[in-house]
């Protein structure tokens, strides 16, 4: 079964860092570009970042440039995104999502709640 | 950036109706488009990709269509299982923008 999940929500306080880890089964990890989607309480999904199968490539959402990295562990089936300087408004759930051939995202975990408050 | 406008953002409507929900892109992105439901509580779902191309599994009652700057999704003949919330994505360029989602409830 294709499955994939989250991990290393928490709260934190503005100005904090995090790593959130996404665990892969089920399908070739390396084959597949990977996002993070984000929805914070009670609002719509954002798109966050991508990095392609290798890790060449990565874009981020203007909102989190700058603070926020992806990157993955082939090796690990594991997609991470480093998170500092966080900031009220980064309070969502996380979605990790593999990306089809495409571009479309076809397989979601079901999220990790990061809270960002003092 | 560009700008992705769902309409209407709620919407009611009965077991059996035909509904449509538009999103109008802020510039042209051909067929870069993709629908997602999303349920409370639940991760979002890929329903249609390249803006008429319907995942599979997913009910034939479901279809895209549009390219350009319009797009819509239209469900045939509406199942209690089909409320939810509907949001659109452009995938022609960075960052992948989602639309501000269509609510539909039961009227």
């Known amino acids: 079964e294709v499955q994939l999940v989250e991990s290393g929500g928490v709260v934190v306080q503005p100005g904090g860092s995090l790593r959130l880890s996404c665990a892969a089964s089920g399908f070739t990890f390396d084959d597949y570009t990977m996002h993070w989607v984000r929805q914070a309480p009670g609002k719509g999904l954002e798109w966050v970042s991508l990095?392609?199968?290798?890790?060449?490539?990565?874009y981020y959402a203007d909102s989190v440039k700058g603070r926020f990295t992806i990157s993955r562990d082939n090796s690990k089936n594991s997609l991470y995104l480093q998170m500092n300087s966080l900031r009220t408004e980064d309070t969502a759930l996380y979605y990790c999502a593999k990306e089809k051939v495409g571009g479309y995202m076809d397989v979601w975990g079901k999220g990790t709640t990061v809270t960002v408050s003092s | 950036d560009i700008q992705l406008t769902q309409s209407p953002s709620f919407l009611s409507a009965s077991v059996g109706d035909r509904v449509t929900i538009t999103c109008r892109a802020s510039?042209?992105?051909?067929?870069?488009l993709a629908w997602y439901q999303q349920k409370p509580g639940k991760a979002p779902k890929l329903l249609i990709y390249?803006?008429?191309t319907l995942q599979s599994g997913v009910p034939s009652r479901f279809s895209g269509s549009g390219s350009g700057t319009e797009f819509t999704l239209t469900i045939s003949s509406l199942q209690p299982e089909d409320f939810a919330t509907y949001y659109c994505q452009q995938l022609n360029s960075y960052p992948r923008t989602f639309g501000g989602g269509t609510k539909v409830e039961i009227k």
């Open positions: 990095i392609s199968w290798d890790g060449g490539s990565t």
């Open positions: 390249a803006a008429s």
């Open positions: 510039q042209g992105i051909s067929s870069y």
